[in-house]
């Protein structure tokens, strides 16, 4: 009976190997998943950029910019958030496949805002629907709605992070 209590004390003292810890902790992404997640970001990067790009174009003159111009820049623009949403949708499917247990909820929050937000910007600049009519209040409405964007992307790229688990 001694002889058991001793082996029971014996090897209750003994360190944890590190592979048995290892099996325990849940395991983080591998590279591919990494890699999968990398390339979703700089993908949605690259296309924000774009949005960017489209949106200090269509500021520029804009008072003075004529009919033609800012048709050109309308359509320049509702192009560039069609292209961002349709990134950030496969962003948001390689995410939800790579983790399994979910990202981060800020930035499910942040992604969710900047899609509203490129909804938003693909209606409002949609060149199709009545433009003519709509035209002057585009121009009008412009610098407020372009800020906005502006701060969407902003917090969502504050946000776009790899998670590690």
């Known amino acids: 009976m001694m002889v058991a209590t001793l082996l029971v004390v014996c090897t209750a003292a003994l360190p944890v190997p590190s592979s048995v810890l290892a099996q325990r902790s849940p395991p983080g992404p591998d590279s591919a998943t990494r890699a999968r997640v990398m390339a979703g970001l700089k993908e949605v990067q690259d296309s924000l950029d774009r949005v960017r790009g489209a949106a200090y174009n269509f500021r520029t003159d ?4 004529s009919p033609v111009v800012l048709f050109n820049r309308a359509q320049r623009m509702h192009g560039s ?3 961002a949403d349709a990134a950030l949708v496969r962003l948001d499917s390689t995410v939800t496949a790579s983790y399994p247990a979910g990202a981060p909820a800020d930035l499910r929050r942040e992604t969710r805002a900047l899609r509203a937000a490129l909804t938003t910007c693909r209606r409002e600049y949609d060149t199709t629907v009545r433009w003519q009519e709509r035209a002057d209040s585009v121009r009008a409405w412009a610098p407020f709605r372009l800020r906005r ?3 969407a992307m902003r917090r969502f790229a504050q946000a776009a992070v790899v998670p590690r688990r």
């Open 81 to 83: 958030c069609v292209a």
């Open 62 to 65: 804009l008072g003075g910019a």
């Open 149 to 151: 964007l502006d701060e």
